[in-house]
T-cell receptor, first 114, second 113 residues
Framework: NAGVTQTPKFQVLKTGQSMTLQCAQD?????MYWYRQDPGMGLRLIYY???????DKGEVPNGYNVSRLNKREFSLRLESAAPSQTSVYFC?????????????FGPGTRLTVL | GENVEQHPSTLSVQEGDSAVIKCTYS??????FPWYKQELGKRPQLIID?????GEKKDQRIAVTLNKTAKHFSLHITETQPEDSAVYFC????????????FGAGTRLFVKA
């Protein structure tokens, strides 16, 4: 049981480049989330997927797109990276729907945009 | 929308002392309040949570209290140990599943041996 996994662990992009961050969970959770973490600002929700087939915007969705590929996988895409998107990105999941609301986080992706 | 404020931003205590971190939230509909601990370079991990129908919850050396009227909730760590040194985040969410969880900015706790 690997929990929540993310790839890659580190990435350096040039301004304007695109990339996709991958996330997968093997806990049969219904809901998945993407957060970014910046110094002194805690975790901010980018997008979430309450259940397979649905996605919704969080606090800071501009510049990002997401895909809930299936129940296990939730990807985050940066179409044209900007230096302001330099951050640590965390994927998370939880059971939702009446179960515990605890969110389980992946190990994070450290992204630098030059 | 929901806003969560967390204080202090940094807290330094002697080993064995108690540490208290306080949070306030703005949306009275919030009903789930988790606390996460994040060690340097690691992922956030839940340490304790409380729901709006409970005023206090304890788990060994950590406890959380909730005052719904004042929209305050606090984390209490007793008999602190060096391994408690980390960043602690409070959060508030609405609805089953906490689809939109709003996090505080974090408190960096240093426990001096």
């Amino acid at each position: 049981n690997a929990g929540v996994t993310q790839t890659p662990k580190f990435q350096v992009l040039k301004t304007g480049q695109s990339m996709t961050l991958q996330c997968a969970q093997d806990m049969n959770h219904n809901s998945m989330y993407w957060y970014r973490q910046d110094p002194g600002m805690g975790l901010r929700l980018i997008y979430y997927s309450a259940s397979e087939g649905t996605t919704d915007k969080g606090e800071v969705p501009n510049g990002y797109n997401v895909s809930r590929l299936n129940k296990r996988e939730f990807s985050l895409r940066l179409e044209s990276a900007a230096p302001s998107q330099t951050s640590v990105y965390f994927c998370a999941s939880n059971l939702a729907g009446g179960g515990t609301d605890t969110q389980y986080f992946g190990p994070g992706t450290r992204l630098t945009v030059l | 929308g929901e806003n969560v404020e967390q204080h202090p931003s940094t807290l330094s205590v002697q080993e064995g002392d108690s540490a208290v971190i306080k949070c306030t939230y703005s949306d009275s509909a919030s009903n789930y309040f988790p606390w996460y601990k994040q060690e340097l370079g690691k992922r956030p991990q839940l340490i304790i949570d409380i729901r709006s129908n409970v005023g206090e919850k304890k788990d060994q050396r950590i406890a959380v209290t909730l005052n719904k009227t004042a929209k305050h909730f606090s984390l209490h760590i007793t008999e602190t140990q060096p391994e408690d040194s980390a960043v602690y985040f409070c959060a508030a969410s609405i609805g089953t599943g906490g689809f939109k969880t709003i996090f505080g900015a974090g408190t960096r706790l240093f426990v001096k041996a």
